[in-house]
């Protein structure tokens, strides 16, 4: 074989073990994906969307006593955040907290 050949092998391997790296990285990202099964309804009327209350959907009483209890656990989490994305970070991640906790306590009692 020629040199050139050599190299041009070289830089195909290369290239191709860069790629499966790249790919074994963002395949590791999968995991932390969360997947729901929500109910989907198809509307042809946009004007649902603009509506004060969605049909079906269950209004929580804004005095409800574990709604207050969340606002409590919470308050100090956005108290620090600027703004509203960063509120709803914040709350995100706590709420994946205690998931995390409830989820290993409940395999520690198996």
């Known amino acids: 074989m020629k040199k050139s050949q050599i190299c041009g092998y070289r830089s195909k391997l290369i290239v191709t073990v860069l790629m499966i790296l790249i790919a074994a990285d963002c395949l590791s990202h999968l995991k932390n994906l969360h997947f729901i099964r929500t109910t989907v309804y198809n509307v042809s009327d946009a004007t649902v969307f603009e509506a004060p209350a969605l049909p079906g959907f269950i209004q929580q009483s804004p005095d409800a006593p574990k709604l207050l209890q969340f606002r409590e656990h919470i308050t100090p989490l956005i108290a620090e955040a600027n703004d ?27």
Do not use: M, Y
């Open 84 to 110: 509203e994305t960063a509120k709803i970070v914040a709350i995100q991640r706590w709420v994946r907290g205690q998931e995390a906790t409830i989820s290993s306590t409940l395999h520690e009692a198996r």
